[in-house]
């Protein structure tokens, strides 16, 4: 669907993507992750052909950009981070409003119209003015609005800022929904986010590629172990010995805590506890607590910045 190779946009002496490589097949939900001015919203634009590259090629479902920009856009819907409405419109007139625009005839905007806000869950608005809407609905008008046209691929810049927690869960589980019949580019600085819906992160930082893959590709790229978490009772040289065994040389920090219980947490790749607990039951100890804490996109995503960083160790 997207295949872009060393493509770099400047403004004037800020470089904000630097000869970037991107390929993103048919079919998936990729996050483009990063902080801010990391190039995301450049990255985008240039996808969307709302900026031309100033270096490299890039293709857009088969379409030469900028060149092919027209035939590209006829497979792409767009939903930037302030999602563009006409207050004063109502939803539906609004939906079918950019369906002429696209060039669509009675028969296409009635159908599209009706199958967008089928898919965004707003029948029951579309006649209400937009204006009137909550933030969280305007947001699906805007989605519903780039699903005019029934396209192969949506772009979503940062689809869910203002957006409050229950607005938020209910975004996400329609954007899997949609990720069932297309391919869908999201862009956010919420790890969160991208780990909720997304099936492959690119990240980004000050217009260079730092990551790109699936969750575990991208945990693999810094090494991240889980953490091993536990409380167990009994003698505290016994479970020491037990737990630092199991870990297998891993250093291990101990807490004492009340009543003869000690913590225990380290790092590792493996998961021990099946050991840890047989070992410190057949000493006379007890498990209180015992639990494997996997590593999280955004633990990574700070220790690929800190490496990215002069002096980071990249």
Same mark, same amino acid.
């Given at each position: 669907?997207?295949?872009?190779?060393?493509?770099?946009?400047?403004?004037?002496?800020? &470089?904000?993507?630097?000869?970037?490589?991107?390929? %993103?097949?048919?079919?998936?939900?990729?996050?483009?992750? +990063?902080?801010?001015?990391?190039?995301?919203?450049?990255? %985008?634009?240039? %996808? &969307? @052909?709302?900026?031309?590259?100033?270096? @490299? &090629?890039?293709?857009?479902?088969?379409?030469?950009?900028?060149?092919? $920009?027209?035939?590209?856009? /006829?497979?792409?819907?767009?939903?930037? #981070?302030?999602?563009?409405?006409?207050?004063?419109?109502?939803?539906?007139?609004?939906?079918?409003?950019?369906?002429?625009?696209?060039?669509?005839?009675?028969?296409?905007?009635?159908?599209?119209?009706?199958?967008?806000?089928?898919?965004? *869950?707003?029948?029951?608005?579309?006649r209400r003015l937009v204006?009137?809407?909550?933030?969280?609905?305007?947001?699906?008008?805007?989605?519903?609005?780039?699903?005019?046209?029934?396209?192969?691929?949506?772009?979503?810049?940062?689809?869910? !800022? +203002?957006?409050?927690?229950?607005?938020?869960?209910?975004?996400?589980?329609?954007? $899997?929904?949609?990720?069932?019949?297309?391919?869908?580019?999201?862009?956010?600085?919420?790890?969160?986010?991208?780990?909720? !819906?997304?099936?492959?992160?690119?990240?980004?930082?000050?217009?260079?590629?730092?990551?790109?893959?699936s969750r575990e590709q991208?945990?693999? &790229? !810094? *090494?991240?172990?889980?953490?091993? !978490?536990?409380?167990?009772?009994?003698?505290?040289?016994?479970?020491?010995?037990?737990?630092?065994?199991?870990?297998?040389?891993?250093?291990?920090?101990?807490?004492?805590?009340?009543?003869n219980v000690v913590h225990?947490?380290?790092?590792?790749?493996?998961?021990?506890?099946?050991?840890?607990?047989?070992?410190? /039951?057949?000493? *006379?100890?007890? %498990?209180?607590?015992? #639990? $494997?804490?996997?590593?999280?996109?955004?633990?990574?995503?700070?220790?690929?910045?800190?490496?990215?960083?002069?002096? *980071?160790?990249?």
């Open positions: 669907m997207i295949q872009a190779h060393s493509i770099s946009k400047r403004y004037g002496r800020v &470089t904000a993507v630097d000869d970037l490589d991107l390929s %993103i097949p048919d079919g998936v939900v990729c996050g483009l992750v +990063g902080p801010n001015g990391a190039g995301k919203t450049s990255t %985008i634009r240039m %996808i &969307t @052909g709302i900026l031309p590259q100033d270096e @490299g &090629t890039l293709e857009v479902a088969g379409c030469s950009m900028p060149t092919e $920009r027209r035939k590209a856009l /006829a497979q792409l819907g767009y939903l930037p #981070e302030s999602a563009p409405c006409s207050p004063e419109m109502k939803v539906i007139e609004y939906l079918k409003f950019r369906g002429r625009l696209l060039g669509l005839d009675r028969r296409q905007l009635r159908s599209s119209s009706n199958e967008a806000m089928a898919s965004c *869950g707003i029948e029951h608005v579309a204006g009137e809407l909550s933030k969280g609905y305007r947001q699906r008008v805007g989605l519903a609005a780039a699903l005019i046209g029934d396209p192969a691929l949506l772009v979503l810049d940062e689809p869910t !800022v +203002g957006l409050d927690p229950k607005q938020l869960i209910e975004f996400r589980g329609l954007l $899997r929904h949609l990720a069932e019949t297309r391919t869908i580019i999201l862009s956010s600085h919420i790890m969160q986010e991208i780990e909720a !819906v997304c099936d492959r992160v690119v990240v980004l930082n000050r217009g260079h590629k730092l990551a790109d893959g991208i945990l693999d &790229t !810094v *090494g991240a172990a889980a953490q091993i !978490v536990g409380e167990a009772a009994g003698d505290r040289a016994t479970i020491k010995t037990a737990v630092n065994r199991a870990a297998a040389g891993v250093d291990v920090r101990f807490t004492d805590l009340r009543d225990f947490e380290f790092l590792t790749n493996h998961d021990p506890r099946a050991v840890i607990g047989a070992m410190i /039951a057949d000493n *006379g100890g007890v %498990i209180c607590s015992l #639990e $494997r804490r996997e590593p999280n996109l955004e633990e990574v995503f700070l220790e690929l910045l800190k490496q990215s960083e002069p002096g *980071g160790g990249a």
